[in-house]
């Protein structure tokens, strides 16, 4: 794999790196059933729409089940049907017993893990090494975080009764489908709310089989409702009288939609929009880990996350060592099958999806930015996209603007921290940013001026359940994660 050349540096044989054998994840040890029906009041149910729809996989274009789509009347069912368990059972219920039953999802989750890896990448399209690594163990510790909450609200608001909001609507978008759903069912049942969930239109096979979970954790009936469908049904879901809540995570586009909706009404609202991260390497970071992280940041994803670090910025007099070394390393990205556990990028979520990231890659060109792809072969179906970059970009372009949520870096150049501050906190977008830097000073510095919500230090996209996530600006407001994650689920009132 590594040759050594004269002058002692090792030179990579990227067609040797390329051509790991096949290690495939066998789909076999998942079961998709062929139709899934709307998971309401504890069974599953036709949809009163009695419409269906294909979810397939994005990486060969196959279909993989048919889905419920439900109308406003299957949404006013979840919904009674969870005002029904919240007034009767779940809002009276011990704190320590609440607990219990989040407890046995999170057992359960880890149980079926392997199993739930795998739908969520054919489902979904992402490596599996991402969803067995990092997706579901990561909803399994939302659960198990928040069910240790659960009897404990009185140490989370000191002095404070915490009372739950009543019935929550949460729509989820495509993403991390199952972790979605764990951010946000996990602290609502802890804080005694019972929940509507609307998966997204491309990924609703996790969340199906969570409702199975649930159903075997023996939750009471109606106390968690899992429905399918589009827009419209997240739509009816948002403008339903006997919600008190709404907790979405999607587009910018999609979240001022619903906060125009809900204003002048009592339902509180929480959203996670869209990105624009900013990852800064300075001169005195050390450039290979920062290589390293720039592209966990923005292609193990195929930077189909909000957080994804899509703008670099450089300080010059390292740029072009870094700019060569990451193009380096994007020739030996992996491309391909997402079940090979080899594989570094998968697929594309949508068709949609990859005509919106080619569009994008066109207005870099005609912007000027210079581009650089991967030499990879893409297989022949499904929707697939080179990973790419763009150096010779300037701060007004589109696509170092706007969110593209494709495995495409917009690179740029700064001279002085007051310079990068600027340029960083240009944005109308505030959701996370990454710094690179030998300097803790220069962290500190750094991390208190950057309007992002999230801050990474010489690394990026890490995640725990402990720790507070969400933005600033049109990247929405309000938290998820840790104790700051019980706040959107509560009333507090005096003692
Ligand atoms: P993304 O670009 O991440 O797919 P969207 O905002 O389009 O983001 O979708 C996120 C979620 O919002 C999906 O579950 C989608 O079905 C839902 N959704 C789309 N339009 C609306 C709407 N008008 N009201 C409520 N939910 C919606």
Same mark, same amino acid.
């Given at each position: 794999?590594?040759?050594?050349?004269?002058? /002692?540096?090792?030179?990579?044989?990227?067609?040797?790196?390329?051509?790991? &054998?096949?290690?495939?994840?066998?789909?076999?040890?998942?079961? #998709?059933?062929?139709?899934?029906?709307?998971?309401?009041?504890?069974?599953?149910?036709?949809?009163?729409?009695?419409? =269906?729809?294909? $979810?397939?996989?994005?990486? /060969?274009?196959?279909?993989?089940?048919?889905?419920?789509?439900?109308?406003?009347?299957?949404?006013?069912?979840?919904? +009674?049907?969870?005002?029904?368990?919240?007034?009767?059972?779940?809002?009276?219920?011990?704190?320590?017993?609440?607990?219990?039953?989040?407890?046995?999802?999170?057992?359960?989750?880890?149980?079926?893990?392997?199993?739930?890896?795998?739908?969520?990448?054919?489902?979904?399209?992402?490596?599996?090494?991402?969803?067995?690594?990092?997706? %579901?163990?990561?909803?399994?510790?939302?659960?198990?975080?928040?069910? @240790?909450?659960?009897?404990?609200?009185?140490?989370?608001?000191? /002095?404070?009764?915490?009372?739950?909001?009543?019935?929550?609507?949460?729509?989820?978008?495509?993403?991390?489908?199952?972790?979605?759903?764990?951010?946000?069912?996990?602290?609502?049942?802890?804080?005694?709310?019972?929940?509507?969930?609307?998966?997204?239109?491309?990924?609703?096979?996790?969340?199906?089989?969570?409702?199975?979970?649930?159903?075997?954790?023996?939750?009471?009936?109606? !106390?968690?409702?899992?429905?399918? @469908?589009?827009?419209?049904?997240?739509?009816?879901?948002?403008?339903?009288?006997?919600?008190?809540?709404?907790?979405?995570?999607?587009?910018?586009? *999609?979240?001022?939609?619903?906060?125009?909706?809900?204003? @002048?009404?009592?339902?509180?609202?929480?959203?996670?929009?869209?990105?624009?991260? &900013?990852? #800064?390497?300075?001169?005195?970071?050390?450039?290979?880990?920062?290589?390293?992280?720039?592209?966990?940041?923005? =292609?193990?994803?195929?930077?189909?996350?909000?957080?994804?670090?899509?703008?670099?910025?450089?300080?010059?007099?390292?740029?072009?060592?870094?700019?060569?070394?990451? +193009?380096?390393?994007?020739?030996?990205?992996? *491309?391909?099958?997402?079940?090979?556990?080899?594989?570094?990028?998968?697929?594309? /979520?949508?068709?949609?999806?990859?005509?919106?990231?080619?569009?994008?890659?066109?207005?870099?060109?005609q912007e000027g930015a210079e581009k650089y792809e991967s030499s990879c072969a893409l297989p022949q179906k499904g929707f697939w996209c080179r990973p790419t970059l763009f150096t010779? !970009?300037?701060?007004?372009?589109? #696509?170092?603007?706007?969110?593209?949520?494709?495995?495409?870096?917009?690179?740029?150049?700064?001279?002085?921290?007051?310079?990068? #501050?600027?340029?960083?906190?240009?944005?109308?977008?505030?959701?996370?940013?990454?710094?690179? $830097?030998?300097?803790?000073?220069? %962290?500190?510095?750094?991390?208190?001026?950057?309007?992002?919500?999230?801050?990474? &230090?010489?690394?990026?996209?890490?995640?725990?359940?402990?720790?507070?996530?969400?933005?600033?600006?049109?990247?929405?407001?309000?938290?998820?994660?840790?104790?700051?994650?019980?706040?959107?689920?509560?009333?507090?009132?005096?003692?």
């Open positions: 794999m590594a040759t050594k050349k004269k002058n /002692n540096t090792i030179k990579l044989n990227f067609d040797t790196v390329r051509n790991y &054998a096949p290690a495939l994840e066998s789909k076999s040890a998942a079961t #998709i059933k062929p139709q899934y029906d709307l998971f309401i009041n504890g069974k599953f149910e036709k949809p009163l729409s009695k419409k =269906y729809f294909s $979810t397939i996989n994005p990486s /060969n274009e196959e279909k993989l089940s048919e889905v419920a789509e439900a109308n406003t009347a299957d949404v006013n069912r979840a919904v +009674k049907a969870a005002r029904s368990a919240y007034e009767k059972v779940w809002k009276k219920m011990a704190a320590k017993e609440r607990a219990k039953y989040i407890f046995r999802i999170a057992r359960i989750i880890q149980e079926k893990a392997r199993e739930l890896s795998i739908i969520e990448t054919l489902d979904g399209g992402k490596p599996i090494r991402e969803s067995r690594d990092f997706d %579901i163990p990561a909803a399994a510790n939302h659960f198990f975080y928040y069910a @240790g909450w659960a009897d404990k609200l009185e140490y989370a608001f000191p /002095n404070r009764n915490a009372n739950p909001l009543g019935v929550a609507g949460q729509i989820i978008p495509w993403n991390f489908p199952l972790l979605m759903a764990a951010w946000k069912i996990a602290p609502a049942l802890a804080t005694g709310n019972t929940v509507v969930l609307k998966s997204a239109e491309t990924t609703p096979l996790t969340a199906l089989k969570l409702a199975e979970i649930i159903q075997e954790a023996d939750l009471p009936a109606g !106390v968690v409702n899992i429905i399918t @469908g589009g827009g419209e049904t997240g739509a009816a879901l948002v403008n339903h009288t006997d919600i008190n809540k709404i907790a979405f995570t999607g587009s910018t586009e *999609v979240g001022k939609i619903i906060q125009k909706a809900t204003a @002048g009404t009592n339902k509180k609202l929480t959203l996670e929009l869209g990105g624009k991260a &900013a990852n #800064i390497i300075f001169e005195d970071a050390a450039l290979d880990e920062a290589v390293e992280g720039v592209i966990n940041g923005i =292609y193990f994803n195929q930077g189909q996350v909000c957080c994804a670090g899509s703008r670099l910025y450089i300080q010059e007099s390292v740029a072009k060592e870094v700019i060569k070394k990451l +193009k380096d390393r994007l020739e030996s990205l992996i *491309v391909g099958d997402p079940l090979d556990k080899n594989t570094d990028v998968g697929a594309i /979520n949508s068709r949609q999806q990859l005509e919106t990231i080619q569009k994008y890659l066109k207005i870099g060109q010779n !970009v300037a701060q007004s372009n589109r #696509i170092a603007q706007e969110e593209i949520f494709g495995p495409v870096l917009a690179i740029l150049t700064f001279r002085t921290d007051d310079e990068i #501050i600027e340029k960083a906190n240009n944005s109308p977008y505030g959701l996370s940013a990454g710094v690179w $830097t030998d300097k803790g000073s220069k %962290i500190f510095n750094m991390t208190k001026r950057l309007k992002a919500g999230v801050v990474w &230090a010489n690394t990026f996209n890490k995640f725990d359940p402990t720790a507070p996530f969400g933005g600033y600006k049109e990247s929405g407001y309000g938290r998820e994660g840790g104790l700051h994650g019980l706040m959107p689920y509560v009333n507090l009132s005096n003692k």
